[in-house]
Nanobody
Framework: QLQLVESGGGLVQPGGSLRLSCEASGFTLDYYAIGWFRQAPGKEREGISCISRIGVSTYYADSVKGRFTISRNNAKNAVYLQMNSLKPEDTAVYYC???????????????????WGQGTQVTVSS
């Protein structure tokens, strides 16, 4: 079976940092675009960042730009989301998703992605 597994979530204070990991099993991510999404209670799922196949291009939503960084480590078959300067409004369940693509670009639209992880909870609170 093909799976994505997120890890690294938890409880942090405002201004703190977390690094989320998205690891694949059953397939390799080299030629997949990877997106990070989040969903808070009562809100729609938000595409916050994505990275193209082999990391040629990236995207960040305005809500996280300058604070979050997405990266790939193809040797580890993983994608990371470094989250700095966290705010209470960043509290959400975070999901990674993958879509095989021949394009050197990525999409923040959830409909573009085939494979999804189970999500990891991030809570920012003092």
């Amino acid at each position: 079976q093909l799976q994505l597994v997120e890890s690294g979530g938890g409880l942090v204070q405002p201004g703190g940092s977390l690094r989320l990991s998205c690891e694949a099993s059953g397939f390799t991510l080299d030629y997949y675009a990877i997106g990070w999404f989040r969903q808070a209670p009562g809100k729609e799922r938000e595409g916050i960042s994505c990275i193209s196949r082999i990391g040629v291009s990236t995207y960040y939503a305005d809500s996280v730009k300058g604070r979050f960084t997405i990266s790939r480590n193809n040797a580890k078959n993983a994608v990371y989301l470094q989250m700095n300067s966290l705010k209470p409004e960043d509290t959400a369940v975070y999901y990674c998703a993958a879509e095989r693509s021949a394009l050197y670009q990525c999409s923040a639209n959830a409909n573009a992605y085939t494979y999804w992880g189970q999500g990891t909870q991030v809570t920012v609170s003092s």
